[in-house]
């Protein structure tokens, strides 16, 4: 739950092509320690929320 609390908070990074490229890992992490939760244990599940997350825009948002 907190993993998936800061995922959906944090600001996602967009490529110059407009393709979303996943969330800013860095404020995801400092969303994580201002929330008080395990910073050890978010950041081993972001990166793959983070992929889902751009991954799942793309199929619904595909660039030419």
Do not use: C, K, N
């Amino acid at each position: 739950a907190q993993a998936w609390h800061v995922l959906t908070s944090a600001p996602v990074q967009v490529g110059p092509s407009g393709r979303v490229l996943g969330i800013d890992m860095a404020a995801a992490l400092t969303l994580a320690e201002a929330y008080r939760y395990d910073v050890a244990a978010v950041a081993e599940l972001l990166p793959f929320g983070s992929d889902g997350l751009a991954a799942g825009i793309a199929d619904r948002h595909p660039t030419s």
